[in-house]
């Protein structure tokens, strides 16, 4: 059984910075791609940026390339995603998830998620 559990969330002003972590129990964790999706209330949960087992390839949703950059550290089974330039639009619950489907940007493509955590940004 593979556990997700996020951190970093928090209040930021519009601008600012955060630094999201995933860490990921289980001994085979570079051997999947990993992801970011995020969710507010009433809407679906939408992709944010995935990347390979490696940590040579990413992918990004285009309203955050840029902004947001996602990274590994497989040495401590850790996810990451940095967010520069934050907007009042990207408050949300951010998930990390991994990969059961190669390219994937639904959720149907992933199989262990965590619990989330939150992300305000005020204006």
């Known amino acids: 059984q593979v556990q997700l559990v996020e951190s970093g969330g928090g209040l930021v002003q519009a601008g600012g910075s955060l630094r999201l972590s995933c860490a990921a129990s289980?001994?085979?964790?570079?051997?999947?791609?990993m992801a970011w999706f995020r969710q507010v209330p009433g809407k679906e949960r939408e992709f944010v940026a995935r990347?390979?087992?490696?940590?040579?390839?990413?992918f990004y949703a285009g309203s955050m390339k840029g902004r947001f950059t996602i990274s590994r550290d497989n040495a401590k089974n850790t996810l990451y995603l940095q967010m520069h330039s934050l907007e009042p639009e990207d408050t949300a619950v951010y998930y990390c998830?991994?990969?059961?489907?190669?390219?994937?940007?639904?959720?149907?493509?992933?199989?262990?998620w965590g619990q989330g955590t939150q992300v305000t940004v005020s204006s």
């Open positions: 998830a991994r990969s059961k489907r190669s390219f994937s940007t639904t959720t149907t493509g992933y199989d262990y």
């Open positions: 289980g001994r085979t964790f570079s051997a999947y791609d």
């Open positions: 990347i390979t087992g490696s940590g040579g390839g990413t």
